[in-house]
């Protein structure tokens, strides 16, 4: 089955921090309508898709096209989102992770954890194969201060061509000094690090893995901020296999370090060959200039259909449709 | 799979209508109390187990125990309930349901089944045999009303050995006379009924079983409530087989009228002869007297430990210790 996380954390309200969104008041919509192009084919919360400050669509329509080639079981893991999406969806009861520069980040994490944990167990009862993608505005930010407060010095993709890393290395910097941490300050201690800095996001997945290790397959869907949540899991002892499933766009990104990253936290990394490039639609050809990247386990999602045998260019002409349709006010 | 709708309506506030509480104000803890003693073994959200007004305990101890020995997945499905159950639910989300003497029951009925029928799809792509039980305090009141409106003429049960059966009967006059209808009114429009006479866990439960029926094999675990859910079925045009598990508690309830009523509307019962004559505890042996009879799919819950071969005598013993367990503070 794929499961999509949607949560949100205020620093998506931090200016340029973000390209999931418009603009900052945009972004409160991007996490309700994720879920909902995926589940219905169209956004019932807002009037339009999600879309960058520059206009480019959000990989929700690739993951809505997998689900539609391949119909693979979808459901909506909703976790402190600001919003809720206008679908049926599991709710593991949250409030939005915090700003780490005003407050602990998620002082729920080990009950969320343990609850997701609890989902996990049952869910993977029900499937061999799950499948974990995420939406959360900002959340490469706070994957940089979870990695980083666990150890792993690299830096974190971007849904934007110009990654805004210096602008992440400050709100570490001033974490760093707030809380009086170092890089490497939670080693072992991969809960705490979400506590402080992370997302329920993060908390939420590691704990749905760790359920589900026993009886399934796991595939994280998504780019660095899966790699935050394999940091997680190993710094909650967990020593098995970990698989990640990103688009190309993520191991080709230079702004950031996600395949040493990944080697170091002994990832198997499933790169999705993607080819965007002859598209007729600027929003989507420009994916191979950097933009959006990744996102609402768009990777894992085209790997799923390409496991159940649709190959990648049919979902990626289906997502061409999908989109085309949206521009034109049909769903899909 | 096993899944628990819980939801609540304004019917309960009537005096005197429900026992699933020992009072009004014990009600609101009813639904989110069985929700958490099956999911977790304890109650998270009140700090006792749900009683009825006698104190006899609720049937979730056998779901709980039935879960437990033949360890089947179970989800919590939440529609409209006055409060949240401390566990991860899928929502679907709703008010609550309205006393019909004051306003239409579920004003969102149709939505709310189509939503569940989505619902349905996904989760019967990942187990073909789905077992849905129900939690509504006052159930078995807007059960009857929409029983009515559309065209059956018999009495549902009740979880008291003294079934309010004239209250009901003069609440439906007050309705007929209020909205202008009569018994069969709704022929053919079930969600019609629900809409103006039901509860959410009607449109929901009704809802997910329409979208199940093409891939799995659904068990409507309950006595009457689900003999409404199966008159939305048949009135929304559904023809194929409708199956319910309950208790020997409700097909021997002589203030009601479970056989004729299903087959009236062709479903086959599995009626499951569970015998708490020898209970050492009075809470459980009473049953036998009439208190309680079913609920929380306590029925279909036996029943499919049975078909997952744990006998019903095993389940029966757990469920003992459990109530045991919970009598003495200890969690199961």
Known sequence: MFLLCIANTELSKIP????AGENPEAIRYTVPSDAELLFWGKCLT??????????H?????FTRAAYIMANFPVMVVRTGSFLPPACPYIEIPSSPGSNPLEKPAVEEAKRIYSWAKALGDHLSSLDSLMVIGESVPGGTTSAFLVLKALGYDGMVSSASPNNPSNLKIKIWESCRKRYNITEGTFCNKGLDAVTLLGDPMQ????????????KSRVILAGGTQMLAVAAVLRHEGYDGDIEIATTKYIALDKS????????NLRVKAHVVPMDLSGSAYKGLSDYEKGYVKEGVGAGGALWYANHLGVPTEVVVNAAEQIYANLLGGISS
Do not use: R
């Open 16 to 19: 340029n921090l973000s390209a």
């Open 46 to 55: 807002a009037s339009i898709l999600p879309l960058d400050p520059e206009g």
């Open 57 to 61: 669509p959000t990989p929700a329509i």
């Open 203 to 214: 908390a939420t997945v590691a704990g749905m893995a760790m359920g589900s290790f026993n």
């Open 256 to 263: 950031a370090h996600f395949a040493s990253l990944a080697e």
